[in-house]
């Protein structure tokens, strides 16, 4: 059985040249890390933004331009499939797009789809995503899901023991949201992404370990944020982690 594989990113969509929108070098990587053979077969979950058609439409364009068939699981306003677990199982990768991780969390476990994806993980379904489609994986993160001032959600799924920031050079208020949740033990020891930049974990639950850094961005990082007690104080202690550039980084 393949080991459980996640790529929680802050990436993975790029400018396309000739469409608007393209599959950037993360997508790729989260289906050689599904070892898929031929055309892989990337399942696009939207429910953080609402299911939206106009979004699928793009990316179902992007997605022939890579050489990649991609579909979609929509909840809104039902399912749209009659075998859920089926059909997720029937593809190599799951993508989880970007959005509210909140309403994500909410609806994913009104329809069972937090079971669903858990199975297909230990199965060798890759999972990924986006920012919701990266904080969804870990026990949580800074989030602007209730609104513009961040908040931290720490009711994740789980699947990695860890928490999780994203768009860490290009959103200045999560580092420090993300380092208070951490020193104050609100939030376990956290890894943070900056834009273009991909989390791969092997393993399940508390075996689960960070194995590889990418990147599909020249000088974007990631950083462990860990918790300390110095002079008696409780503080956040942040490293950057180096990432290896993906073929076609940018």
Do not use: K
């Amino acid at each position: 059985m393949p080991e459980p594989t996640i790529l929680a990113t802050s990436g993975g969509w790029v400018p396309g040249r000739r469409t608007r929108l393209g599959l950037g070098p993360l997508v790729r990587h989260a289906a050689d890390l599904a070892g898929a053979d031929g055309t892989p077969r990337v399942l696009h979950v939207g429910t953080a933004s609402g299911d939206q058609r106009w979004w699928e439409a793009e990316l179902d364009e992007a997605a022939r331009v890579a050489g990649m068939r991609m579909t979609h699981l929509r909840l809104f306003t039902m399912p749209n499939v009659d075998d859920v677990e089926g059909f997720v199982l029937e593809h190599d990768v799951v993508w989880v797009g970007g959005g509210s991780v909140v309403n994500l969390l909410a609806v994913w476990r009104a329809h069972g789809l937090d079971a669903v994806l858990r199975r297909a993980w230990e199965a060798g379904v890759v999972l990924g995503g986006i920012s919701a489609g990266s904080l969804c994986w870990h026990v949580g993160g800074p989030t602007d899901s209730f609104g513009p001032e961040l908040a931290v959600v720490t009711d994740g799924l789980g699947f990695v023991p860890y928490g999780n920031g994203v768009h860490y050079d290009t959103e200045e208020h999560r580092r420090p949201v993300l380092h208070e949740a951490v020193a104050a033990g609100v939030l376990p020891t956290s890894f943070a992404t900056d834009d273009g930049v991909g989390l791969v974990y092997r393993g399940a639950g508390e075996d689960a370990v960070l194995a590889d850094v990418v990147s599909e961005r020249r000088d974007a990082g990631a950083y462990g944020v860990s918790r300390e007690v110095v002079d008696g104080n409780p503080v956040a202690h942040e490293e950057r982690i180096t990432p290896t550039l993906l073929p076609d980084a940018q």
